[in-house]
């Protein structure tokens, strides 16, 4: 398995829409997780940290699902700003204190 | 300002060259981070230093080299650069109390071309 894999995208969702991205993760001794937003050609932002079972901000959830290996994001309400990547972020095995960064996921909310 | 700055935005150079990226951050931060990002691809981490006497490889460090000249500079070096190199550059910190739980803040990137 490799250490993160996530939902290939893109995801095109009309504005109002619930969207969730999935992320799975092989190390089972990961304890926090983190989810950004890259814009095209822009730098990843940090999004939300996720540190036990889950962190909801506002329009977005993120959950920890650690029996199964995943993480979840959850955006409710789309707007279109948020059309972007979404990187799911876990930490690394062999490289001691460091992480891994997903693919990511390609969302587009339409008009 | 930005915490985390990343100099120069863009380049173009040709094969051979000698090219340096340069990070300074005034985040107050201990680790320090450079990744390369190409189109298609997650970022991959070159070199990373978790203060100024520790200079480790990451997953693609073959034609790189790094110094880490105070804590808040790091910079990156390709000695020799070639076509295969052109991608975009990110350099980010962390702070280092507890490596689980500190997630790392980016530049705005470096895209680097070689001709």
């Known amino acids: 398995r490799k250490e993160v894999e996530q939902d290939p995208g893109p995801f095109n969702v009309p504005e109002g829409a619930t969207v969730a991205f999935n992320c799975t993760y092989s190390?089972?001794?990961?304890?926090?997780f983190f989810w950004y937003r890259q814009d095209c050609r822009k730098e990843p932002k940090l999004l939300m940290s996720?540190?036990?079972s889950g962190n909801e901000d506002g329009r977005f959830t993120a959950q920890l699902n650690r029996a199964s290996q995943y993480i979840s994001l959850l955006i409710r309400d789309s707007k279109l700003s948020d059309s972007a990547t979404y990187l799911c972020?876990?930490?690394?095995?062999?490289?001691?204190?460091?992480?891994?960064f997903g693919p990511g996921t390609r969302l587009s909310v339409l008009p | 300002d930005a915490d985390v700055t990343q100099t120069p935005r863009n380049r173009i150079t040709k094969t051979g060259k000698r090219i340096m990226l340069e990070c300074s951050q005034t985040?107050?931060?201990?680790?320090m981070y450079w990744y390369r990002q190409d189109p298609g691809l997650g970022l991959r981490l070159i070199y990373y230093?978790?203060?100024?006497?520790?200079?480790n490889k990451g997953e693609i460090s073959d034609g790189y080299s790094v110094s880490r000249q105070a804590q808040a500079k790091f910079s990156l070096s390709l000695e020799s650069a070639i076509p295969n190199q052109t991608a975009l550059y990110f350099c980010?910190?962390?702070?280092?109390?507890?490596?689980?739980?500190?997630?790392?803040?980016f530049g705005d990137g470096t895209r680097l071309s070689i001709l």
């Open positions: 972020v876990v930490p690394r095995r062999n490289y001691g204190q460091n992480f891994v």
């Open positions: 985040k107050g931060h201990d680790r």
């Open positions: 230093s978790f203060d100024v006497k520790d200079i």
């Open positions: 996720v540190y036990s």
């Open positions: 190390n089972s001794a990961s304890q926090s």
């Open positions: 980010a910190t962390a702070t280092g109390t507890d490596y689980s739980n500190q997630p790392q803040h």
